[in-house]
């Protein structure tokens, strides 16, 4: 059955933070992986990293990073110079993720997030060039043993990626075994005409999973069609690690970057949270053994 793990953003409010708290808390609530930020890995000593790595091995944790790179990294950019100070970072992101013993990076990783203030017209010039730099780091992460993904996201968040479809024809015109793509039932709601058929079409590029409900609260709580998302990741043999990435709390760093302008938590605390995702981690691997 496929490892479940849950995002650490979901109890903080900016985007670094005490990850060996989150990887203790995520395996005491049951959690196979542990999401983290990426770039918080370059703050870190290499002993601080191998620290971190120990450290969920033995609370029996898998760590996978993520991240929506910075403008000023954007490898999709026109200007030359930001293209290969985006590559750059994204290299000096996977050595940071193999010295921890990671195997995957996921997110906007072909251009910047969010990147919203582009005009059509201009997509193609910006996707072929974000295909040229994807295809430099890709050696890199190959290198490292580490998968490449693509996280397929919204119209509001970046103009080049928003179906699944258009995340096939990128990874094929790269053409890397090592970049694959990052699906999220948040952003496919939005995008996918039936999410469903979405995933069974991208058999073989999904390299990993998020899942929430269409207002980002835990997975179980909304109306998403989890039957027919669960059924086609078993139909397809995604083996994989599912992610879920709620967001309920204002404010911060994170609560503006994710555009969370109420409470969705009602109030409630800290262990109330941790409830709510016991729930939805319970819901899941039901939900997986059901369909």
């Known amino acids: 059955m496929n490892k479940i793990g849950i995002y650490f953003a979901y109890w903080e409010k900016c985007w670094k933070a005490d ?12 959690f196979d992986v542990l999401e983290v930020e990426a770039s ?25 990073f ?11 950019s026109d200007d030359e110079s930001v293209r290969k100070n985006g590559i750059e970072f994204v290299k000096r992101l996977l050595e940071a993720i193999y010295v921890t013993e990671g195997d995957m990076l996921g997110g906007i990783l072909y251009s910047c997030w969010p990147k919203v203030d582009e005009s059509y017209d201009n ?16 050696q890199t992460a190959r290198d490292y043993g580490i998968t490449y993904c693509l996280e397929v996201v919204n119209r509001f968040e970046q103009l080049l990626l928003n179906t699944v479809k258009e995340g096939m024809e990128f990874v094929d015109q790269v053409g890397s075994p090592n970049v694959k793509l990052l699906l999220d039932t948040f952003h496919m709601n939005i995008e996918e005409d039936y999410i469903g058929g979405s995933i069974t079409s991208a058999k073989g590029y999904i390299g990993h999973f998020h899942i929430g409900e269409c207002n980002r609260k835990p997975p179980g709580t909304g109306h998403m069609p989890w039957d027919e998302i669960f059924g086609a990741i078993k ?22 970057d994710i555009r969370v302008f109420r409470d969705l938590g009602e109030g409630c605390d800290e262990e109330e949270m941790d409830g ?9 691997r039901r939900k997986l053994r059901e369909v």
């Open 235 to 256: 139909k397809i043999g995604y083996e994989g690690r599912i992610v879920m990435e709620p967001f309920i709390k204002p404010g911060g760093e994170v609560g503006r």
């Open 276 to 284: 709510m995702v016991v729930n939805a981690l319970e819901f899941v």
């Open 123 to 138: 997509k193609m010039r910006l996707w072929e060039n974000s295909v040229r730099s994807v295809r430099k780091v890709s």
């Open 66 to 76: 993520c991240i929506g790179l910075p403008s000023m990294y954007d490898i999709a």
């Open 19 to 30: 990850y060996a708290k989150y990887v203790r808390k995520a395996s005491g609530l049951g």
């Open 40 to 64: 918080a890995l370059l703050d870190m000593s290499f002993d601080e990293k191998r620290i971190l790595a120990r450290l969920a091995k033995d609370n029996g944790v898998e760590l996978t």
